[in-house]
């Protein structure tokens, strides 16, 4: 089957020097790149051809300056950013943002490097991305965080008045994540709750690099955020149940389960419900998307490791370990979703899954992302949205 959209944006003069370009920057062969973007496509659910909208904004749009501010957290999101050992994600990520400023990664220390804060947001007013590592203590006035003697409330507020676009990556500066554990004496909160306004979060802890990249590739190709879901998660990567693509699915369904780490069911890679996993109350791609490109089986289930919710407020840090998960969708649904897409709407079953094919560890385990692409989420997020009590998109 003849794939068009590749095909056509292989043929894409407008893009053709810049690909080669950023081919040579990256040390990338040039198919591999655009393969890469295809499938990026393909996981945001971007509509047939937009594979060529996310080439040429990663080969030739002005790189957004980002302003990474860190508080509350362990920098394991920073760390699973450059840790992402697929030979083009890291330095994709550093190649499509100017980080003008990042207080791990900065050579510069006190003074010059507050400067260097304020001069990118000086000369970058209106349009920088604000992305936020950590949690913001609200306690006693925010005392327990300050950075260059202001307070992480006030560096918030400060640096989110002229952005173009506020990031809250990992749970931590999603709603607050491990330092809000109970009793969360610091009054640990969430980027939106202290602006009191929605903010694209990127939960996990750490989050997925690919999710964060997919986001502002987003926002470079069509100068807006993804869609979100009522939490402010991009529904592309957190509208699906880890247990809905989880490997060990079927064990689970059969009634076969490890009952103590290291017993036979253990060793057998059977389900980890019974230990405490709580995949099957948790929205996130990690079954399919995986971590660290280092092969098959790199995220925790695939590890060994039941789920801890760790992208789910309410579920990570807040149910004990060896806590039984409520179990979502366990029947059939009540309505199956069209097996034809109208067009437009989504990429075609069968053009996902040949890109997910050809862009291989690229996508790492796109085909799953690609098999659930063309089902309709609408009823689940209704009724998601009633249980939160909100019902509205963000
Ligand atoms: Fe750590 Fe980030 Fe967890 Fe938090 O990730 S990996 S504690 S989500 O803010 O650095
Ligand atoms: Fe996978 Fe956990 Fe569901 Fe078992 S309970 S199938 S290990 S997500
Ligand atoms: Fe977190 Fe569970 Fe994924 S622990 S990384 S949400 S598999």
Redesign the pocket.
């Given at each position: 089957m003849a794939n068009t959209s590749l095909l056509k944006l292989e043929e894409d003069s407008r893009i053709d020097s810049h690909i080669a370009a950023v081919s040579k920057r990256l040390g990338m062969p040039r198919r591999a790149f655009l393969q890469f973007c295809a499938t990026l496509a393909t996981s945001l659910g971007l509509p047939p051809g937009a594979d060529a909208a996310v080439a040429e904004a990663v080969a030739s749009k002005k790189r957004p300056s980002v302003i990474w501010l860190h508080f509350q957290e362990c920098t394991g999101c920073t760390e699973s950013m450059l840790r992402a050992e697929h030979p083009t994600l890291e330095k994709l990520i550093l190649d499509v943002i100017s980080l003008d400023y990042h207080e791990t990664l900065f050579a510069a220390a006190g003074h010059q490097a507050e400067q260097a804060r304020k001069s990118a947001m000086m000369q970058n007013r209106g349009s920088y991305l604000l992305v936020i590592e950590g949690a913001i203590p609200t306690r006693d006035g925010g005392i327990y965080c300050k950075v260059g003697g202001q307070t992480a409330i006030e560096l918030t507020r400060e640096c989110a008045a002229d952005a173009a676009a506020i990031i809250a990556i990992g749970s931590c500066a999603s709603w607050g994540g491990m330092p809000s554990t109970d009793p969360n004496p610091t009054g640990s909160s969430g980027v939106a709750t202290v602006l009191g306004k929605p903010v694209v979060s990127i939960?996990?802890?750490?989050?997925?690099p690919y999710n964060f990249l997919s986001t502002v590739v987003h926002f470079l190709a069509f100068g807006s955020l993804p869609p979100v879901d009522e939490l402010g998660r991009p529904k592309f990567a957190y509208s699906r149940l880890?247990h809905e693509s989880c490997e060990r699915r079927a064990h689970f369904d059969a009634g076969r389960f490890a009952m103590e780490f290291g017993d036979e069911g253990h060793r057998k890679g059977y389900c980890l419900y019974k230990l405490g996993?709580?995949?099957p109350e948790?929205y996130?791609n990690?079954?399919t998307v995986l971590?660290g490109d280092a092969g098959a089986g790199t995220?925790?289930?695939g590890c060994g490791?039941?789920?801890?919710?760790?992208?789910?407020q309410g579920v990570?840090f807040s149910k004990p370990l060896h806590m039984l998960a409520k179990v979502k969708n366990v029947d059939p649904p009540q309505q199956y979703p069209r097996i034809v897409e109208e067009k437009g709407m989504g990429a075609t079953l069968g053009s996902a899954a040949l890109l997910a094919a050809v862009a291989g560890a690229a996508a790492g385990g796109a085909a799953m992302v690609a098999r659930n692409l063309g089902l309709s989420h609408q009823a689940e997020e209704a009724e998601r949205a009633r249980a939160a009590g909100q019902g509205t998109e963000v």
């Open positions: 939960p996990g802890c750490p989050p997925n880890i996993c709580k995949g948790t996130a990690c079954p971590f995220w925790p289930i490791c039941p789920c801890i919710g760790c992208t789910e990570g």
